[in-house]
Nanobody, 123 residues
Framework: QVQLEESGGGSVQAGGSLRLSCAAWGFAASRKCMGWIRQGTGKEREVVATINRGDGTTYYPVSVKGRFTVSQDNAKNTVYLQMNSLKPEDTARYYC????????????????WGQGTQVTVSS
């Protein structure tokens, strides 16, 4: 059974940085995509980063490209999301999710989800 656990959320001022971590257990080799998805209050869920664990291919939407970076440590079975130049509009609950490759860009297509971690950016 796949289990995902996020950590690293918190509060930061605009322009600051945070790094989120996602530790994965029971991750079958076939489920090679991991992603970060966020949902702000009153907003739709948005995929903010994905990474193919096999070849390291990444995806970012325009809203975070150049500011967010997803990476992985296969030895630790952990995926990271480095978030720089944070803006108040980045405030959301951030979820780690997993699915088969190719990586989905629709949040609803991810099969497994963590509990999420809150990120709050103040102006």
């Amino acid at each position: 059974q796949v289990q995902l656990e996020e950590s690293g959320g918190g509060s930061v001022q605009a322009g600051g940085s945070l790094r989120l971590s996602c530790a994965a257990w029971g991750f079958a080799a076939s489920r090679k995509c991991m992603g970060w998805i966020r949902q702000g209050t009153g907003k739709e869920r948005e995929v903010v980063a994905t990474i193919n664990r096999g070849d390291g291919t990444t995806y970012y939407p325009v809203s975070v490209k150049g500011r967010f970076t997803v990476s992985q440590d296969n030895a630790k079975n952990t995926v990271y999301l480095q978030m720089n130049s944070l803006k108040p509009e980045d405030t959301a609950r951030y979820y780690c999710a997993a699915d088969y490759s190719p990586c989905p860009t629709d949040p609803d297509e991810f099969a497994y989800w963590g509990q999420g971690t809150q990120v709050t950016v103040s102006s």
